[in-house]
């Protein structure tokens, strides 16, 4: 059986019509993190409350970027005397957990990861100058904003807050 010009017209179209939707809709699938781009940034109330637990001597602010989202982290430097830096790191988290912070993970005494219990997905990492200092990929800014700290005080009694949102 023939089938008649307008009909076979028809068919190539229609297979052709169904050919481009796929495609179109594999390419949006694959390229939506550049075509719907995000940002996660953290409520000004939790950065006022962070920086009331000690003398905020420096701050930076830099971005990660990741599969269309850009998660922005608010850095403080803040001053808290307890003589040694493990005792500043512990007096920091005690004053997080007395403002509804608890901690989520740790490697003691150079870093606490703590999760806010008032704003939601906002986490903190907690952690002595020299273990940012001795770690690797440190961003400029961030170095930056610790010799500014360390200019005005010594680095044990400093404590480098990351705050920041948890992707969605």
């Not at 068919?11 to 390229?31: H, P, Q, S, Y």
């Not at 599969?67 to 001053?79: A, F, N, Y």
Request: charged share 25%; hydrophobic share 40%; with cysteine.
């Amino acid at each position: 059986m023939r089938v008649s010009g307008h009909n076979e017209l028809w068919c190539k179209n229609f297979v052709g019509g169904i050919v481009f939707a796929l495609c179109l809709f594999f390419t949006l699938t694959a390229c939506r993190s550049e075509l719907f781009p995000r940002e996660s940034r953290v409520d000004s109330g939790a950065i006022r409350d962070v920086r009331s637990i000690g003398e905020v001597l420096a701050e930076a602010t830099t971005e990660e970027y990741w599969d269309g989202l850009t998660t922005v982290i608010e850095t403080i430097v803040v001053k808290v005397d307890a003589g040694n830096a493990e005792g500043a790191l512990e007096k920091a988290g005690d004053l997080l957990v007395d403002r509804n912070w608890s901690a989520v993970a740790q490697r003691f005494p150079a870093w606490v990861q703590m999760e806010s219990g008032k704003w939601e997905k906002t986490q903190i990492s907690l952690s002595s100058v020299k273990f940012v200092l001795e770690s690797s990929g440190v961003d400029p800014e961030k170095k930056k904003a610790i010799a500014e700290a360390t200019a005005q005080a010594r680095p044990e009694t400093l404590v480098v807050l990351d705050v920041y949102r948890k992707s969605e």
